[in-house]
């Protein structure tokens, strides 16, 4: 199952909904604290959230800080970050995700106006992340390779990007966000598959199987041939007949067994 954008949310506050669909989820969320140490904590439904990191930017102690949560409940729950003094929220859940894969550069204390990072991701078909603060509010708008999915609500305070791509093969990835206020601070992260992706898989399987039933009915099918012409030769027609018929419904229910399976 490949990595694929579940929903996204987004917020002015530090509390609003988020619906999950699908299976193997995982949600992203982004927030920023205004209180020194970023000691923000993060629920979704009621469970609570890893942090990944808090980054610093600017001098008064705002800091962009990110969470996920692998496996969360499905439908429409709320997203709650609390202590820290949060606000400005945004969310994105994915789906077809084992976890995370590996965790990529990240920058604090930026005064430019440009957020670039970089991740090398480790399985195949894994997705690059970025997760960006921004301390004036200006639109943050995607670069090179990027894809903005969401900022919070209001204010382009905080957003989360990826390339609208898995990686394949494993590789570096490089995000961009652009915006007009200098102070930034950015995290880059990847997400892996929930499971090793191989494009023709099921035609592997769907291969491997019609190569063992095609030997079976191959070995029927000579049964029937080898036994009609020797019991011919050896017992009355009528015998020879009920035995045919005998190996000939083997044949079939054989044949019919292969046919009914799912080969997709």
């Known amino acids: 199952m490949a990595i694929a954008v579940d929903t996204t949310s987004n917020s002015a506050t530090a509390s609003w909904s988020h619906t999950c669909t699908g299976a193997n989820l995982i949600l992203i969320v982004a927030v920023r604290a205004n209180a020194s140490g970023a000691s923000t904590s993060c629920t979704y439904n009621g469970v609570g959230m890893t942090q990944l990191s808090a980054r610093p930017y600017n001098s008064s102690n705002a800091h ?3 969470f996920y949560l692998l496996n969360p409940a499905t439908g429409a729950n709320t997203i709650t970050a609390t202590t820290g003094s949060p606000d400005y929220g945004c969310a994105v859940s994915y789906t077809g995700v084992a976890g995370i894969d590996s965790s990529g550069n990240s920058a604090s204390n930026q005064n430019n106006d440009t957020a670039s990072g970089s991740v090398t991701t480790v399985a195949d078909n894994s997705r690059a992340i970025m997760t960006v603060g ?3 509010g200006a639109t943050q708008t995607a670069g090179a390779s990027t894809t903005k999915r969401i900022a919070s609500a209001t204010s382009d305070i905080n957003a989360i990007f990826d390339p609208n791509a898995n990686k394949t093969p494993a590789g570096a990835v490089t995000l961009i966000s652009t915006f007009t206020s200098g102070v930034n601070a950015w995290q880059t992260f990847s997400i892996k598959p929930s499971i090793t992706y191989t494009e023709n898989i099921s035609d592997s399987i769907a291969l491997t199987e019609s190569v063992s039933w095609g030997n079976k009915i191959s070995e029927l099918i000579t049964m029937v041939t080898v ?3 020797n019991v011919s030769d050896s017992i ?3 015998d020879t007949i009920q035995t045919f018929n005998r190996l000939w419904k083997n ?8 046919t009914n399976q799912d080969k997709s």
């Not at 044949?251 to 292969?258: D, F, G, P, Q, Y």
């Open 236 to 238: 009355g027609m009528t």
């Open 64 to 66: 962009l800080v990110t």
């Open 134 to 136: 921004q301390g004036g």
């Open 227 to 229: 036994n009609f012409e």
């Open 251 to 258: 044949l079939v229910k054989s044949v019919t067994t292969w």
